[in-house]
């Protein structure tokens, strides 16, 4: 959907499960157009970006859904977040192979595992 202004006080107005774009000529580049492109995903997040074009803009956006739709698995060491895996056997091996102790949890869409491992006999020697 065009529209003359994509914001309201700078803020996208743009709906969920929609776009909104508009062209402009920045005073550095008179003679060349870009546009502002909005999506608002479905689940409310604002996919933003200028691009020369607006079919680079729509690939671009294609690009955000199909990166945000992948699983991840959020792994943490208490509170301390270790990291962001595709897997939950790729964070687990993490996990084992950290040489870290503490309560491990790990959290996903519709996942969470939690376990808590100590010192290993080999450090305790």
Known sequence: MKTNSINKNGCSVCEQGQENYTTFRPAYRPKQAFYQYDYRHTDGELFSIVAPTLEECRSRRNEWIAEKSKDK?????????????????????????????????????????????????????
């Open 73 to 125: 698995y959020i792994l943490f060491l208490g509170f301390q977040r270790l990291g962001e895996f595709d897997t939950i056997s790729e964070a687990k091996k993490y996990a084992q192979d950290s040489g870290l102790t503490g309560a491990f949890n790990l959290l996903g869409d519709n996942y969470r595992d939690a376990w808590y491992v100590s010192q290993s006999k080999q450090e305790q020697v």
